[in-house]
């Protein structure tokens, strides 16, 4: 077609400005024609250094930014949103219904946390910054939501202002998380996003893809594998086994998707009678509120409703922070599941503080931990932890339940790659560590024979 040669004249880059050799901050930006188009727009988190990239100036300006698409709602992939917005971006924010409904839930306790944080370091003058801001604000947080323009999965629409034709499928994941296709001046662009497990017992299976010129996949876990154990054998005999020592079960869980999980496998052993008698706390209104949304969007997963009122009934949700408070002070045994999920903030840290010093307790760890978060050295056995400026041993036992993960493994990853029946030219390694994102690419090539790359951060490819 004419049209379709004229196109392709038209010269098309990529550029990852965040997720490239590492497994946080994602950001990837296409070019093309004088308008840029950004897929997600995550904070980095984990060791200092990254950390300090939030701080800095994007790449591009953000007010030259016509669009984002977002793949999911989880903070590594929506939580610069906001600052995005407070320095000049204004477009649309393209997603399903599901992701912009948690993103609300997410944006707005980030927002509320770097208030808090800002306001922390001022009243105990620990920061060099006089007087300490918070990287973004609740206003900010709720401009970013006014933006939010939303498309339902399978059905292919038109990005605003003559942008690239864009289709949503199914991840698994989270609740609404979608791989993003992108078509733009004649060529296909695909982005995994985060893709999720098959066989979940909540989130449907991802959606395959059959063709795309390009393809920009995530590598979390690119050289591992889960354990194939039974969670719920697996959650029952760590529960057994600290409540016979007469302790509590305190469990890091991220609000969207695994705080979710924990309550289904949980629900699972209390039917079966294989659950002590003691009291379940969901311990985080964010968690509260994403468990809610399962009732909302009941066809972007597997729960029956009957199924979904019974693991809410089952638990004791606290929303208040006086009852937060009294969880921690109580020694009876009982299992508690907070966020975050990495325990970088939130009421997870309250509980650390008080549980982690008593060999009794267990530390749950349910997923992946970015480098440099608490929950990583948890994991890691590291002795101590520092919270709220004091070192608070960890004499409590660990236990890795990798298997409750969200994420697909190697082998599942490379079994939704092979959906493709027509391979992509080229396939970009992204959102992993150096080590699994390039064990990824080796694998790419030697099963399929793969052209794939790891991107170093901001390197442009021309597509």
């Known amino acids: 077609m004419p049209g379709e040669s004229r196109s392709h004249d038209v010269e098309l880059s990529l550029r990852s400005l965040g997720a490239a050799g590492t497994v946080t901050g994602s950001k990837h930006l296409l070019e093309a024609g004088g308008k840029r188009i950004l897929v997600d727009c995550g904070l980095f988190q984990g060791v200092k250094n990254l950390r300090e990239l939030n701080w800095e100036p994007l790449a591009v300006d953000p007010s030259s930014i016509d669009a984002v698409i977002v793949t999911h709602a989880h903070l590594d992939h929506t939580g610069y949103l906001p600052r995005l917005v407070r320095d000049g971006f204004s477009g649309p924010i393209l997603s399903t219904p599901a992701t ?66 864009v289709t949503f499928r ?182 650390l503080k008080a549980f982690a010093p008593d060999p009794r307790n267990t530390i749950m760890v349910t997923g992946y931990q970015v480098p440099g978060t608490r929950g990583a050295a948890i994991a890691a056995g590291q002795r101590y932890v520092r919270i709220y400026g004091e070192w608070v041993p960890i004499k409590a036992q660990v236990a890795n339940l990798a298997m409750l993960s969200a994420h697909a493994d190697a082998d599942e990853l490379i079994r939704w790659a092979s959906g493709f029946t027509t391979p992509p030219r080229e396939v970009f390694v992204v959102h992993g560590e150096p080590q699994p994102a390039d064990t990824m690419r080796t694998r790419l090539d030697r099963e399929f024979g793969w052209q794939a790359t790891v991107p170093r951060p901001n390197q442009l490819f021309s597509l």
């Not at 306790?109 to 009243?123: H, I, T, V």
């Not at 985080?284 to 019974?310: F, K």
Request: with cysteine; proline share 6%.
């Open 100 to 165: 912009a409904a948690v993103a609300e839930i997410i944006l707005r306790d980030s927002a509320y946390l770097q208030e808090r944080d800002a306001a922390f370091l001022n009243k105990h003058k620990a920061t060099k910054h006089h007087p300490a801001l918070p990287l973004y604000d609740s206003e900010d947080a709720r401009r970013a939501m006014e933006l939010f323009d939303t498309h339902p999965f399978g059905s292919e629409f038109a990005a605003p202002d003559d942008g690239p034709a």
């Open 170 to 351: 199914r991840a698994g994941h989270i609740l609404g998380a979608a791989t993003v296709e992108v078509r733009w001046h004649g060529r296909s662009i695909v982005f995994t996003g985060d893709l999720g497990r098959y066989d979940d017992p909540i989130m449907l299976d991802p959606d395959p893809v059959t063709a795309a010129d390009y393809l920009v996949m995530e590598s979390t876990y690119g050289d591992r594998l889960h354990d194939r154990a039974d969670p719920a054998d697996a959650l029952a005999d760590v529960i057994d086994a600290t409540v016979a020592r007469g302790g509590t079960v305190v469990i890091p869980a991220f609000a969207v998707g695994r705080a979710q999980t924990l309550l289904y496998y949980l629900w699972q052993l209390r039917s079966a009678g294989r659950l002590p008698d003691i009291p379940v706390y969901l311990d985080s209104p964010m968690a509260i509120n994403a468990s809610d949304l399962l009732g909302t969007y009941r066809d972007d997963h597997r729960l029956r409703p009957q199924v979904y009122e019974a693991m809410c009934a089952m638990v004791t949700y606290t929303r208040e922070p006086e009852q937060s408070m009294q969880i921690s002070a109580s020694r009876a045994p009982k299992i508690v599941i907070s966020a975050s999920g990495m325990a970088t903030g939130g009421r997870i840290l309250h509980h």
